[in-house]
């Protein structure tokens, strides 16, 4: 659904944040880990169109980023910011939502059944009326995924869609992504949450310094603890359990490490 | 005495009817670091505008109950006289920077500006601070030029200038990666054990199990618990508070693995391999009897 070739990238000029990076991406859950500065949101930036590579070549669903405006590229790739205070701008919750669809020319009765679908999605259809700057962090998270959510977009990008949830809130995000996968759509995650990461993505890809330094199947990746470690990340938490404990197997989820122990050894 | 003296603490905010926090009456002792977790509208982010006197001064809403700090009442002293002795330091280092000093080192001394402190004094002041946080090496970088942990730790670093008796952080580490949390992490431990007393609302169950001294639990304004980490943590009715124990906890629960006490789980990782060494040891020695029965 997105190809990229020898993209190279610099906010400065002979300082490139990205250097050379040549990617596929299919429908297969994505999580892309480094530590900050890596240049994961500078990737996920000009997948969505808002900055041009200054070399290499970014195809999504089939078109050049280059020959394409961002509004044009909008209808096919959604990007759900980090910090949604950079999103959200209207007065209440279903006119930020109905924002997207709306500027895509949908009608307004088709826009507003797109928003409150998405409002059901994240768990906020009761709160349509609120005042968005009124909400918290976790809040307007959601709503900031629901105004994406209700462009209907092949592919959805999260950029840390995990930040000050709490127990529940996790596992609704988690829903979110398992829903929008099962849809079809791809849905691309920059996450720093390692067992986050482990129980819900099916292919995760490692950056360093504006390279990728792995991008297999997740328990794959999760294998190898000295390459993460050469990117200041390190296994979840549960796999570091399970490898304490001596198992062979890479464990990705408490799930699995407790049927493990129970298995007689 | 102790230094934090909460006492039947209830507040509402202005134009709502629920009450924000209900009955919170706790104690904390000078170098201690207190947990407090609760899902998100349990109270957290109040408890601790209530500690700084945020609450009531800047909210105003309906208060009951007291807070004393050192002995001050917090609700009868100005905001301007409680942040001498209470520093808080937000969940998103942005919102806390000035944005009017050029160096993290000026942005340190801002704070001390404000209280009137002398040159010298000030100048001891911010390379302690700077020396605690581990941020020495950018001492003259321009603030918003740092990484977002780099930024946590100046933002830290300013409050700890000033010399505060007690450390208040609300989630400070949502927003950083897992390296970057994890300075943040040890900085605040080095506060603690400098002898400032720590509070920290907080959402990585696994970091707080390592680091806390005490855990309050926290939901729906109430204080549900407050006691040692493998105590709030082996609480077989956590999930109903919305709050997951940490990944070793759950997993020891699953599989029956327990503390030497036999009353609590593990919480960390290191405590994980001692149940399982301590199983594992209880195994051979059983097998041997058997083994040596068999042979009698």
Redesign the interface.
Known sequence: MIKIQDVCFGYNEGQDVLQGLTLEFDQRTTAII????AGKTTLVKLLKGLLKPTGGDIWVAGVNSKDVTVAQLAGKIGLVF?NPNDQIFKRTVLEEVMFGPLNMKVETAAAKQQALQALEMVGLADQTDVNPHDL????KKLISIASIVAMNTDIIILD?PT???????KRRIAQIIEQLSQEGKLVMTIL?D??FVAAHFERTIVMNRGKVVLDDKTREVFSHQDLLREA???TP??T??GK??GLPETVLT?EE??SA??RPR | MSLIEVEHLKYRYPATEKLALNDISLTAEAGELIGIV????AGKTTFCQALVGLVPHFYKGAYGGSVRIGGMDVKESGVDETIRKVGIVF?NPFTQVTGSKLTVYEEIAFGLEHLGIARQDMMERIDHALHLLDIEAYKDRAPFDL???QMQRMAIASVIAMRPQVIVLD?PT????????EEVFRAIQSLSREGITVILAE?KM?KLAAYADRIALLHEGMLIDYDTPSRVFSRSDL?EY???A???T??CQ??GFRMLDMDTYPVT?EE??AA?EAQHSAISASSQEEQGGRYD
């Open positions: 480094g530590q900050n500065g980090q918290g962090l976790s809040e840390e930040i000050a949830q709490d127990a529940a809130g720093h390692m067992d200041c990340l390190d938490y549960v570091q359990l304490q404990w408490t490490l407790i122990m129970k | 609760g899902k998100n509208t969940q990484s977002g942990g989630e949502s927003q950083l990666d897992p390296q970057g949390s959402h696994e999930a919305g709050v997951e940490p990944i070793y759950r997993v699953a599989i990782l994980a391999q399982y």
